[in-house]
């Protein structure tokens, strides 16, 4: 059973940054693919960020490619999505996921096991 704690949502401008981190329970948190989805009021959940156990292979949804990285430290159990340049479209409550990593890239929410509660993120002026 792995539990998975996210921080670091909140309110930020048009065109600002927020980082937000995600804690796992998990003793073997290098075995496990980490994601990041998303999910606005009245709209289905979506794929934002995944990483591989090790960093080393990363996969972005079009809308937040080139502004919005994941990243890892697998010695702290904790993966980040820094989020630069925000759109009142980024908009929604955040989500950790984790998933066995088995070599592929996984954009489906039905890929991942283990779910945060999730933080919110708010875009506006």
């Known amino acids: 059973q792995v539990q998975l704690i996210e921080s670091g949502g909140g309110l930020a401008q048009p065109g600002g940054s927020l980082k937000v981190s995600c804690a796992a329970s998990?003793?073997?948190?290098?075995?496990?693919?980490m994601g990041w989805f998303r999910q606005a009021s009245g709209r289905e959940r979506e794929f934002v960020a995944s990483?591989?156990?090790?960093?080393?292979?990363?996969a972005y949804a079009d809308s937040v490619k080139d502004r919005f990285i994941i990243s890892r430290e697998n010695a702290k159990n904790t993966v980040y999505l820094q989020m630069n340049s925000l759109e009142p479209e980024d908009t929604a409550t955040y989500y950790c996921?984790?998933?066995?990593?088995?070599?592929?890239?996984?954009?489906?929410?039905?890929?991942?096991?283990?779910w945060g509660q999730g933080t919110q993120v708010t875009v506006s002026s």
């Open positions: 990483i591989s156990w090790n960093g080393g292979g990363t």
């Open positions: 996921a984790a998933a066995i990593d088995r070599g592929m890239i996984v954009r489906s929410n039905r890929g991942y096991d283990y």
């Open positions: 998990a003793r073997t948190f290098i075995r496990y693919r």
